[in-house]
């Protein structure tokens, strides 16, 4: 991937106009998955905080637009827009659905676990990754918009491991809430048991 430089940067009221954002484009990604940051200025201004709260989301457009149970995602994109609007900072809308294998391979991945797999191995029973997404796209996407160092809004220690591989200094790791519902316990625990996700469930 060559350097990314920011290609254009639109005011948009989201939450029906409580909040304004910025969403910028970027020159430079040979991918052609149009990743997108999302500017939030903070309601104590830009210098409430000298170290900007950041969201990696990757895609999920069963999650994010239809409020699927299965997964947690829509939950924490909504945490993270009320969270980052307060402080400051932003959201790396990265176009890497289903941990980076796509929407429709995703699909296939979720009837297999229907048939009592976890979603790890429903992955490889596709002869996919367990996780395939790519967070060096992000750490050029902040180095292109002068962020160098970030306090990271995440439960996954792999996203802070790859930002600061590729030249981003994580100051913190700032935990997400624990969105779980009947749907998608099982898919909770076993981030946690397979890839150390930080998450503490209030019933254990």
Not at 151 to 163: C, E, F, G, I, S
Not at 173 to 183: A, E, G, I, S, Y
């Amino acid at each position: 991937m060559g350097q990314l430089t920011v290609k254009r940067r639109v005011v948009i009221p989201v939450r029906a106009g409580d909040v304004m954002a910025d969403f910028i484009s970027f020159n430079g990604d040979e991918s052609g998955k149009e990743h997108i940051g999302i500017f939030f200025e903070g309601k104590g201004g830009t210098k409430q905080h000298e170290v900007p709260l950041v969201r990696l989301h990757s895609e999920c457009l069963t999650g994010d637009v239809f409020g699927s149970g299965r997964c947690d995602c829509g939950e924490q994109l909504d945490e993270a827009i009320d969270r980052i609007n307060e402080e400051g900072g932003y959201i790396l809308y990265l176009r890497q659905e289903g941990r980076g294998i796509g929407l429709y391979a995703k699909l296939e991945a979720y009837a297999l676990q229907d048939q009592g797999y976890d979603t790890y191995q429903a992955n490889e029973m596709l002869h996919l990754p367990e996780d395939g997404r790519d967070f060096g796209v992000a750490a050029e996407m902040l180095k292109s918009l002068g962020v160098s160092k970030i306090r990271l809004l995440t439960n996954n220690p792999d996203k802070a491991q790859q930002l600061q591989e590729h030249g981003i200094e994580v100051t913190a790791l700032v935990p997400t809430k624990v969105h779980v519902n009947q749907h998608n316990r099982s898919y909770l625990h076993t981030k946690a048991a397979r890839k150390q996700h930080t998450l503490v469930f209030d019933d254990e």
